[in-house]
C-alpha cells in the first residue's frame, strides 16, 4: 500500500503487516530480510516505511500497571501519548515530555527521542524512561534500562527504529494538580530580543517560540515567545474548576480535502504571520489555558497536513549550538526571509543539556521550519543545510524526508559510531527504513 | 453508587473490544466472555488501568449451547447490557464443497449467537429491563454468490432478533440489531475495502453505544449501508442472479 510520513513526502509503496502477538511479531523477525517499525506515522518523513515489510504497531497497544506512588506507567509501545492523558490526567498526572502532537506513540517517542517545550529544563523523552523491552534481530526480547544493557538503551534513545522493535516501556508521569496552564507572552520585535526572552526563562518549564520567518531587516525573527507553568489550584478562579480535570478534547476541524497548492502562497502566510503576531502582542501578561489547546494547538485540525496540497510538504528542523545560535539563526532566517518562501510553522526553542549516542538535541537552539514540496523549496532546504552544518548544527531525523547521507554525516560525528554499533550487534541487516537506507545508517 | 454493567459476548473480536472500551469509558463494569478467556488478561488490566472500572473474564463457546444457561446463571451478576459479537466468516468457496465447514458457519453466526441471546432475554424479562444487542451483518440482507453461507446465517439471526424485540417491547427489554457493512477488523484483514465504506471497530462501538443509549432498533455501520441495501434488496431476482456483487 501507499505510505508516507505526516508530510505526505516522499510517498512510497510498502508492504505493511499489522502483527497481534508477540509471536506472529517475532514470526516476521525471524523472516523478513529487512523491516522497520511503526507507531503513528507522525514523523514527517521516511523514517517509518520499509518499502519491504513495515511492522505496524497498532496493536500493542494495551496500558499494563501503573504505580500511583512512582507515577511510573508500563505500557505497550503503540499506546498513544493521548491516551495516556486521557486515562491519567483525569487523576493528576501528564506525560513528562511531550511533542506538539498528542497522537505519537510511545514507541514514536523513544525512537525519535522526542522533545517538548520543557526541554531546557527537563530534557528529552529519554528523562522519563525507565527501562524498555525490545525485540532484537534474534527475535529476543531484552530489557535495557541506565543499569541493564546501557548501550542498547542509549543507542534505542534517538535511534529511529533501528535498534529493534520496541514492545513495552516504563516511563513516569508528572503529577499536576489541574488541567490548566498559566501562559505568558511575550512579544520579541526580533532575533535577539527573543533569544534574550528565552535566555531570562530558564526556570520557566515550558518555553517556545512562534517566530514569524518572513520577517526580514529589523523585524528578522520577530516572535511571540510563549512561556507556561502548570496551574495551581488555587491559580484558578474558583475550587470548582480545580476538581475539573475532565477538559475533553476539543470538538474536531478536519481538513477532508487537499488544498490546491497555491493557497499557502508567501503572501498568505506574510499576512497571516503578521496578524498573529500583533494579536499575540496584545495579548499582555498572564492567560489560562486549557491543556489541549496549549499542547496540541494543531491536533484541533485532524488532516491538516492537507493544507499543503497534494505534493505533501517538507520540515526543516535543526539544532544549533549555543555559541554559533544567533549567527546560525540569522542566516538561516535571512535565507529564508529572502527565498519568500512561506512557511506556516515556525518554531524557535531553547534547548538544554543532552547526553545521549544518537539523540537530536543539542545544548543550543533549534528552529523548524514546514515548506510545501516544490523544486525552489528543495533548493532552500540544501541551502539551510549548508548553513546549519556551518554552524556546527544537526538535523532531527523525525523531521527529515530528503537530507543526504553526505549531509547528515558533516553535521554529526556521531553516525559512523551508530552505525558500527547496529554493525556489531547484528541490527544494521534486519532493522533498515527508507530513511536509513538513504541516509545510510 | 454501583457501576452499571456490561457483557461482552466474543470478547476477543475487534468490534467487541472496542465495545468493551467505550462502555468502560461511559462508566460500565465490564465482563468480557470468549473462549479461552484467560488469554484476555492484558486486556482486563488494560481496561481497569484507563477506565478506572472493574473487568471480569468468563469462559464462553457460543457452540456449546448447552452450557449457556449455566453460563449465565453463573455469571457474578446479571448484566444491564448484553452486546453479542460472536461470528465466524469462513472461505465461501470452501463453504461450497466442505459441508462440515459450512455447518460451522451457520452455527457460530445464527444458533450459537441465538441461543445465548434466547437465555439472557429470559433473565432480563424476569428482571423486567435491560438492552440486548446483537451484531448481525448487511450480509444478511441479501444472500450473494460470494457470501452466502454466511449470509443466511446473519440473516436467520437478524430475524431473531427482530422477533425477539417483537416479543420483549412491552416488558421493558430493548433489544438493538446491528447491521455492519464493512469493518477493518481481522475478519476483513487483508481484504481490498473500499475506504469509504469502510467503518474502524471504535466507529462501530460508538454508534453502539448511542444505540442502546436512545434506544434505536437496527442500525447500520456506517449508515450509508442503510441505503445500498435498500437499493441492493430491492433489485429484482430476475436481474440480481446475474449480477457480480
Ligand atoms: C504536529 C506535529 C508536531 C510535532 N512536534 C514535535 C515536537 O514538538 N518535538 C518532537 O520531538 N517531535 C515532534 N514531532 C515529531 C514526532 O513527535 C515524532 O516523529 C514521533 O517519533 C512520532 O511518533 P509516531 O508514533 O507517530 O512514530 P512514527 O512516525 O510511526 O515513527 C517514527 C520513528 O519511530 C520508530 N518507531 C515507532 N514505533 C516503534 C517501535 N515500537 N519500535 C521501534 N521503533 C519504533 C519508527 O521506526 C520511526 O523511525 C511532531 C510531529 C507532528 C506531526
Ligand atoms: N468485519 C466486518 O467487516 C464485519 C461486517 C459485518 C459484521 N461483522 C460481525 O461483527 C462481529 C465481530 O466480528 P469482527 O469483525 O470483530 O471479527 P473477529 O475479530 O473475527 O470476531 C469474531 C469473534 O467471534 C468469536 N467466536 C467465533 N466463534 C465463537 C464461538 N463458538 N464461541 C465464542 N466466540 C466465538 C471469535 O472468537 P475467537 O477469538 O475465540 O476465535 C472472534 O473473537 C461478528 O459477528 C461479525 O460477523 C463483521
Redesign the interface.
Known sequence: MKLSGWGRYPVLDARTYRPRSVDALRDLVLSEPHLVARGNGRAYGDSAINTSATIETQHFNRMIAFDPDTGQLVAEAGVLLGDIIAAFLPRGWFPRVTPGTKFVTIGGAIAADVHGKNHHKDGSFRACVDWIDIMGADGEIRRCSREEDATLFDHTLGGMGLTGIILRAAIRLRPVETAWIRQTTIAAPNLQSAMAAFEAAQDATYSVAWIDCLGAGGNLGRSLVMLGEHAECSDLPSVQACASFNIKSKRKLSIPLDFPAFTLNGLIVRVFNSLYYWAGARKKGEQLVDWDSYFYPLDAILGWNRIYGRKGFAQFQCALPLQQAEAGLTALLTETSKAGAGSFLAVLKRFGKQNSAFSFPMEGYTLALDFPVNAKSLALLERLDKITVDHGGRFYLAKDSRMTAATLRASDPRVDGFKAQRKSQGLATLFQSAQSERLDL | MTKPLVLILGARSDIGKAVAHKFASLGYAVQLAARNASTLD??K??IE????VPVTLHEFDALATETHEAFVMGLPKLPMVAVCAVGLMGQQAVNERDIAAAVRVMRSNYEGPASIMAVLANSFEERGNGTLVGVSSVAGERGRATNYVYGSAKAGFTAFLSGLRNRLSKRGVHVVTVLPGFVAT?MT?GMDLPAKLTADPREVADTIARAVERKKDVIYARPVWRMIMLFIRNIPESIFKRMKI
Open positions: 492484558p486486556d488490566a488494560d488501568l484507563r477506565y478506572a481481522q484483514e
